[in-house]
Structures are given as structure tokens and as C-alpha cells.
């Protein structure tokens, strides 16, 4: 079992929809839950970055992590055709290099 | 405000030859990380540094692997007799020191024939 765990999708979703990305874990060490997106052929960009169960809101962005169940998930509002990208959840321990643990990317696609 | 960057933008290289890829981190960060992304994957870490010491390099696969950073700002990744399978986009990213916030650059997407 891989340490996170993210379908790859893809997803394709119509303007103006909600959308939900979803992540597993199975280290319960993980203390510190990012976001990133990507676009075609850049690096990856932070979106979110959370420490502690709960939501965490920014924009149209919300950030869930729910510990006991080792789940995170990211929502979009309002989704719009420049939210088109691979979704990418990363997850840290605290100390030590921090590396992050990358899940495999959801690609997103969201038509006008 | 500049980002990470990496040069070059695009390396290709045969078989057996020996390739360098560069990394400038954000100015005031002292750690720099380098990831490899295979298509259709999420990025492996590969190692971290904090200032000039490579802390963990736990990710490199092979001894053909090396970095360095000897001024604790630029970074060189240095492969040595290049394989089919290191084909990839090796990504470098930095943060403050203790940030989990990491910031990535645009890669180097290394093929290698």
C-alpha cells in the first residue's frame, strides 16, 4: 500500500460546478496536509497548506482533513475553465527534512 | 518577486552521458529539496538540503545520483552514466528554514535516449 493514495482521475466537470479531490493516507505521523496544483508543464504552485483536522477556507478553495480517517479532501466552488490543472496532495511529518509524500495527481478538467 | 528557478528548461542526452541540472532557490530560503516527477505520477522526493549539508538523501536511487549546494543557495543535481529510466521532470523546490510551505520551480525535463 502506498503511503498516500489518490485517484488520478481523470475528471471533466461543467463550469460553475463544486468539485471534490480526495486523498488516503496510512501513516498516522503525517501532521501537515498541502494542496498543490500544477499545470501542464510547470511545477507544482501551493494552494493549501493545513495542519489540524478540520476545514480551512480560502476563496473558493476549502482544505478538509479528517485525522481519525486519515482523509483529506480539497472543494472547489464556482469551478471556472482556468481551475483546469493536475490536483496534487502532499503530506509531511513534522521534523526531520519534511519531505513531502506526493500522491499521484487528479487531472481536472472543467469546461466552459 | 523571483520564484525558483531551474535551468535548462529541457536537456536531452544519450545513454551512458553524464548530465548537471541547476536550481536557484528564493532568496533567503535555506532549504532546498529536489524531486524527480514521472509522467503521469506525483513527484518522489530525492533529497533535501539545509544550507550546504545534504540533511536526508534517502531518495536518491543509485549512486549514479549526487547534488550539491556549496554555498547554501545554488544547487547542482548531477547524474552520472545516464540511463533510459532517469527520463523525468526533476523539479526543485525551497523553504524557509523549518517551512513546510515548499515552493517549486518549472523543472528540468531530462530525456535520455
Known amino acids: 500500500q502506498k503511503e498516500v493514495e489518490q485517484d488520478p482521475g481523470p475528471l471533466s466537470v461543467p463550469e460553475g460546478a463544486i468539485v471534490s479531490l480526495n486523498c488516503t493516507y496510512s501513516n498516522s505521523a503525517f501532521q501537515y496536509f498541502m494542496w498543490y496544483r500544477q499545470y501542464s508543464r510547470k511545477g507544482p504552485e501551493l494552494l493549501m497548506y493545513?495542519?489540524?483536522?478540520g476545514n480551512k477556507e480560502d476563496g473558493r478553495f476549502t482544505a478538509q482533513v479528517d485525522k481519525s480517517s486519515k482523509y483529506i479532501s480539497l472543494f472547489i466552488r464556482d469551478s471556472q475553465p482556468s481551475d483546469s490543472a493536475t490536483y496534487l496532495c502532499?503530506?509531511?511529518?513534522?521534523?526531520?527534512?519534511?519531505?513531502?509524500?506526493f500522491g499521484k495527481g487528479m487531472k481536472l478538467t472543467v469546461n466552459p | 518577486g523571483a520564484g525558483v528557478s531551474q535551468t535548462p528548461s529541457n536537456k536531452v542526452t544519450e545513454k551512458g552521458k553524464y548530465v548537471e541540472l541547476r536550481c536557484d532557490p528564493i532568496?533567503?530560503?535555506?532549504?532546498l529539496y529536489w524531486y524527480r516527477q514521472s509522467l503521469g505520477q506525483g513527484p518522489e522526493f530525492l533529497i533535501y538540503?539545509?544550507?550546504?549539508?545534504?540533511?536526508?538523501d534517502s531518495g536518491l536511487p543509485n549512486d549514479r545520483f549526487f547534488a550539491v549546494r556549496p554555498e547554501g543557495s545554488v544547487s547542482t543535481l548531477k547524474i552520472q552514466r545516464t540511463e533510459r529510466g532517469d527520463s523525468a521532470v526533476y523539479l526543485c523546490a525551497s523553504s524557509l528554514v523549518g517551512g513546510r510551505a515548499q515552493f517549486f520551480g518549472p523543472g528540468t525535463r531530462l530525456t535520455v535516449l
Open positions: 493545513t495542519y489540524s483536522s
Open positions: 538540503f539545509q544550507g550546504t549539508g545534504a540533511a536526508d
Open positions: 532568496s533567503g530560503h535555506t532549504a
Open positions: 502532499a503530506i509531511t511529518v513534522q521534523g526531520g527534512s519534511e519531505k513531502l509524500v
